[in-house]
């Protein structure tokens, strides 16, 4: 059993770490997606920026957070602890937030987000970790679903108070960027004080971050999910597409609800079937399910369309968000799971670099469907190539995760 972690039988009491962690992300969620829903109206709405430059700030936010990943997933495993980071993190990401309303103009704004995903990049790799050195290794995918329930739990709580504030006063943006304070604060104070190390506290003398000793279903899977990424572009495109259809943008964080409701509803139950099927096979489902609520994003004329979207879209992010990280634990084994958590999420980066960017010029230059009709095509793509290298991925599995570093 690793440190941090209770025993506990298939169905036993999910462990204290796990619930913890579960907590600290549902108040930092409740925090980021109180202020998340409505930013790219605010940009657009408030300080008139173009899609083009929203596209920008959402690639230049996620591959900054998926850029520092690598170095803080190899940090905390040549350090041997996980906590550090995982408060830093969390610190950076929810101080910066409420600092939003006081800006004037988008390249302000940048700069906040900037922030805010640094501390989302420093967190990310080590609490994964510490998530899997919590569990099981029977229960990994039921420990990262438990874990994304309920940070997708908080992502239902925040739009709601945003609606709330915004139904109140339309235009009382600033407002919502204020009280996100709240609930962060809370969230740095649990992971503070709730939260138990795990690692082996002695330095591994891990050497840098590298890919040399990624086994070769890891690098595949790795390869398949940058398709992936390049295609799943920032949700500011999907919540400027429900504008673009005639939603009013005070109800837009409504929508929002209902797909977290759907995702926080279906994590645990799909991370536990993912234990007894098989994780490739539920990420082959998400995938396909992503490229076809993106094509009915592309091909939707309606304002009524995007309630029905949002409600579907939560049904292939339970089965992907927290289950791709349980699948690269599984591949990498424990003595560097940190550091080859941060390498993934490095390719992850990569692609989500250029992802937001290009979707936003394909809006303002060739039509408002045109960023979605590609992501469609590109996640059905990785979807396929799931199927295509599946049988190879089964029979080098075992084999994988008895060599990988």
Known sequence: MTPGSEPSGPRGRVPRNIRMMGLVSLLTDASSEMVYPVLPLFLA??????????????SLAEATAAFMKVGSGWLSDRVGRRKPLIALGYSLSNLAKPFLALSATWPAVLALRLSDRLGKGVRTAPRDALIAESAEPGERGRAFGVHRALDTLGAAIGPFVAWAVLTLSPDAYRTVFLISAIPG?????????A?????SRKPSGAAAPSFKGFSRPLVVFTAISGVFALANSSDAMLILRAQDLGVTPAVIPLMYVVFNI???LLSGPLGARSDRVGRRRLLIFGFAGYALVY????????AASPWLLFALYGIPYA????????YVCDLAGPERRGTVLGAYTFVLG???????????VLWDTVSHSAPFLL????????????VVAGRWLDAHREEACSLSL
């Open 185 to 193: 604060t809370l969230a740095i104070l649990v992971v503070l004080f």
């Open 195 to 199: 939260v138990r190390d795990t690692g």
């Open 262 to 264: 759907v995702g926080a």
């Open 295 to 302: 094509l009915g994003f592309a091909l939707a004329q309606s």
């Open 375 to 386: 992501s469609a095509v590109l996640m059905g793509g990785a979807a396929t190539a799931l």
């Open 350 to 360: 990569l692609a989500a670099l250029p992802s937001s960017a290009l979707a936003g």
């Open 319 to 326: 089965a992907t968000e927290g289950m791709t990280r349980a």
């Open 45 to 58: 709405n408030v300080l008139g920026a173009p899609v083009a430059a929203i596209g920008l700030i959402e």
